[in-house]
């Protein structure tokens, strides 16, 4: 199989027909041989031996290119939906950090130090701003790296989130997470004002759905926000579209990029979004709760200085130091200008050891394009999807896939439903081969071949030992 074709074959939305052998250990070892990334090296991974660590001794797991025993191979990762894997160049980011800090001190905010992967604390969340431009889809201005992700939606409501009279509502999809609490906190009821659009049956929300839900509630609806991709089902939403038909009918539009950023193609800027959050610890790799990021579209960026220092005028939001203009942050004359773009919604000072751990997660993306990584996920997923089919052939009934067809629809990551009464035996079978992916109850593992790290032989490794599982 040719890899490019294939590519090309599902970014027009196409199925893509594996040959006969597909279900064969040398046709994945065929695909991989093809793979225009190869990053994974720049991965640490647990081995089975890990994975049964019980204590700190001083070492991290070291794979064996000629495994004397399965405890010296690389377990199979397919989580990095929920916890991305460790880079190495964390490490020596972490390490520069540390010398720094204890080399200079809190000169550290302001100088820059020679032979080191890091800029100084003071540039550092900008820095990484820059280079998550490719990431996004959006001018560097209009990034800021701040906080977590539920911080930054709640900061982000705060200053778009604006009911006024009957236009009061929020579209979203079905699990509210933060929303309902800021619809409280404006005194108004939830069951009124939250505007939440179920799945049918198969856990899907059409994109047809979204846009009548906008049309009919179009004149009482001062916000859409809704996931880039749903958490359980995988589905990816037609964002361009959904954006413009609800900015065309006056609505405020946001998105949760949690499991988008960093997993599929996006483009903020370009489609007019108003503004997005997203975490770092999934697909960026950043680290556990590691700081999170946002972008503003630059028009709700601007400071107008026209009127003098005493009147500058911007988009209100909920302020603080770090969002000043770094020229006179210091000065501390408790007169806000905020900085110009997403900088300004900046709150208080970002974790540089959280930046540092960042900046090394990015190091390995700057190596490729999300134009790349979104090709390579597409096969891998689509390879992935073939062999789960194959199994149903032998075992039907044992599953069903939730995550839509249409390759345009998806991430890399696909849900499969179990049927009742498997998840807990089959999630402990697949970590007792050395495989960890996540579940979700009521039955659901989400197995998701993150194209930074996995590969297509990780993927037929895990539909064998998935088969031998539904077997027992």
């Not at 000072?349 to 190596?367: C, E, H, K, R």
């Not at 696909?414 to 402990?428: A, F, Q, T």
């Not at 197995?447 to 930074?452: E, M």
Request: glycine share 6%; charged share 20%.
């Amino acid at each position: 199989m040719d890899f490019s074709v294939a590519v090309d074959e599902l970014r027009a939305g196409e199925p893509v027909a594996f040959p006969s052998d597909a279900n064969t250990l040398q046709f994945a070892s065929a695909l991989d041989a093809q793979d225009p990334i190869n990053l994974r090296d720049q991965f640490i991974l647990p081995t089975r031996a890990s994975l049964k660590k019980k204590a700190l001794n001083g070492t991290i797991p070291a794979v064996s290119n000629s495994p004397s025993s399965d405890d010296d191979t690389a377990c199979i990762y397919f989580v990095g939906n929920s916890l991305g894997a460790q880079p190495k160049a964390i490490r020596k980011c972490l390490d520069a950090q540390l010398e720094t800090w204890a080399s200079i001190g809190v000169n550290g905010h302001f100088s820059d130090m020679e032979d080191s992967p890091l800029t100084s604390w003071q540039d550092m969340a900008e820095d990484c701003a820059k280079k998550s431009a490719d990431i996004v889809g959006a001018n560097p201005s209009e990034i800021v790296i701040m906080n977590t992700l539920t911080i930054n939606l709640h900061l982000m409501m705060a200053s778009f989130y604006k009911p006024e009279g009957k236009r009061n509502k929020i579209i979203l999809e079905w699990k509210p997470y933060t929303i309902e609490s800021q619809i409280r906190w404006h005194g108004l009821d939830p069951a009124e004002t939250m505007v939440q659009i179920q799945p049918n049956e198969d856990y899907y929300i059409s994109t047809e759905e979204i846009l009548a839900t906008i049309d009919k509630h179009a004149d009482e609806t001062a916000l859409l926000l809704l996931p880039g991709i749903q958490f359980y089902s995988g589905q990816l939403f037609d964002m361009k579209r959904i954006t413009a038909h609800a900015k065309a009918k006056g609505i405020v539009v946001g998105w949760d990029l949690a499991h988008a950023a960093g997993n599929v193609e996006l483009y903020l800027h370009d489609w007019n979004v108003d503004f997005a959050c997203w975490c770092t610890y999934k697909y960026i790799n950043a680290g556990p709760g590691s700081i999170a990021g946002a972008f503003v579209h630059e028009k709700h960026g601007k400071v107008d200085f026209s009127a003098g220092t005493q009147t500058w005028q911007f988009r209100d939001r909920l302020a603080g130091w770090y969002g000043h203009d770094k020229r006179t942050r210091f000065n501390m004359d408790n007169k806000f200008q905020p900085t110009v773009g997403a900088g300004g919604y900046q709150v208080s000072n970002p974790s540089a050891i959280d930046l540092a751990s960042l900046t090394g997660a990015l190091s390995v993306f700057a190596q490729t394009k999300m134009k790349t990584l979104r090709s390579k996920a597409l096969l891998l997923t689509a390879y992935a999807e073939h062999l789960l089919n194959k199994i149903l052939v032998d075992k039907p009934g044992a599953f069903r896939i939730i995550t839509p067809k249409n390759p345009l629809e998806r991430g890399t990551q696909l849900s499969v439903l179990l049927k009742e009464g498997l998840l807990d035996d089959v999630s402990r079978d697949l970590e007792a081969a050395g495989v960890i992916c996540d579940k979700r109850k009521p039955g659901v593992i989400r197995v998701a071949p993150v194209p930074l790290y996995c590969t297509f032989t990780d993927v037929w490794k895990f539909m064998d030992v998935l088969r031998n599982t539904l077997t027992n």
